[in-house]
């Protein structure tokens, strides 16, 4: 009788074991096969109320998603790098981490998705609603920021190196610890001080100002392109 409790006891203290660890165990993310293929057919795969669209992880290298709706679509850690992005809606989508890189974003709704950490890298957003996303940590080097719209969006200790922002809206955005090193800002008007971008402790060495109005922008502690470090705190006046 001592035995069996003694069998019991240990199997029950084997299957505590088990279930704790694939309880800590984080869940292998991976996209949602019939929601792929109702986008790879029906151009579309949206989120809405209980049913999400889950495209984690999956690979469209070069796919052609040309005014697709992908409305608030799990797609952190994707592979969209080289994907043709134009008009297409990706408001309020999920991609953080995902590869973006080389991607054709023209025209692409882009507001309120989190992009924390993405890669960005020789990408054109041409004219891209990015109103209020995360870029958090994002990887821009190279990319052509061009007439897009980054109101209100997060792009603190994210990588603008060599980056090119004519015409882009930074109002109100946060450029906190942001790396511009090199970046082209050149002619490109900060708005004034009523709409505040952020670029205390950015780095803007060897950056592009030639004719560029940053008045309005906070530039405490920041860098300045000629390696000088800005100790002037509050709105730059100037």
């Known amino acids: ?44 795969c949206v989120s809405f109320l209980w049913k999400q669209c889950d495209l984690s992880t999956v690979d469209l290298q070069g796919a052609n ?27 309020d989508a999920d991609l953080t981490g995902a590869n973006l890189a080389n991607a054709e974003i023209l025209g692409t709704d882009l507001s309120r998705a989190n992009l ?3 890669n960005f890298n020789g990408t054109n957003l041409w004219d891209a609603n990015l109103t209020l996303a ?14 897009s719209r980054l109101w209100g969006s997060n792009l603190t200790q994210a990588n603008l190196t060599e980056a090119t922002l004519h015409g ?17 800002l050149h002619s490109f008007f ?35 392109p000629d390696g000088s470090i800005n100790e002037e705190s509050g709105f730059n006046l100037k």
């Open 1 to 44: 009788m001592k035995r069996v409790m003694r069998l019991k006891t240990f199997f029950a203290a084997v299957l505590a074991i088990v279930l704790f660890t694939l309880y800590l165990t984080p869940p292998v993310m991976a996209a949602n096969t019939e929601d792929l293929s109702q986008l790879l057919k029906d151009n579309w």
């Open 65 to 91: 998603l040309q005014e697709a709706n992908l409305s608030g679509a799990n797609l952190s850690g994707a592979n969209l790098s080289g994907a043709n992005l134009k008009n297409a809606d990706l408001s």
């Open 116 to 118: 924390t950490e993405a």
């Open 134 to 147: 995360n870029l958090s940590r994002a990887n821009l080097q190279d990319a052509n920021v061009l007439d």
């Open 168 to 184: 882009a809206d930074l109002q109100y955005a946060n450029l906190a610890d942001t790396n511009l090193t090199g970046a082209d």
């Open 190 to 224: 900060f708005r004034g001080s009523k709409q505040v971008t952020n670029l205390s402790n950015a780095n803007l060495e060897g950056a592009i100002l030639t004719g560029a109005n940053l008045r309005g922008a906070v530039l405490a502690g920041a860098i300045m």
